[in-house]
């Protein structure tokens, strides 16, 4: 079975910076392109990033420069290093699997519990 249980996500001062986790079971991580999304009080998910298998990264246009996806197929851990953070970044992130290597090619699911990052001053 698929698990993903995402951490590090709280309370923190526009500007500031916070490191989310994501821990991935039940598959073999290092197969699979890996996503973060994230879901804004009252809002849709948005894409916020994937990685390749291989590390290959692509943001959304609200996050690039300023967020970095990476990840580590040994310990099957996927992070998600947020700098420069601003009132409208405050969401649940998620991450999800992808079903291929290449995240072009995937179509995403299996999100986790998610974990609330709220920026505020």
């Known amino acids: 079975e698929v698990q993903l249980v995402e951490s590090g996500g709280g309370l923190v001062q526009p500007g500031g910076s916070l490191k989310l986790s994501c821990a991935a079971s039940g598959f073999s991580f290092r197969r699979y392109a890996m996503r973060w999304v994230r879901q804004p009080p009252g809002k849709g998910l948005e894409w916020v990033a994937d990685i390749d298998n291989n590390g290959g990264a692509y943001y959304g246009d609200s996050v690039k420069g300023r967020f970095t996806i990476s990840r580590d197929n040994a310990m099957n851990i996927v992070w998600l290093q947020m700098n420069s953070l601003q009132p409208e970044d405050t969401a649940v992130y998620y991450c999800?699997?992808?079903?291929?290597?290449?995240?072009?090619?995937?179509?995403?699911?299996?999100r986790g519990q998610g974990t609330q990052v709220t920026v505020s001053s």
């Open positions: 999800t699997k992808g079903n291929d290597a290449s995240a072009n090619r995937s179509k995403f699911s299996a």
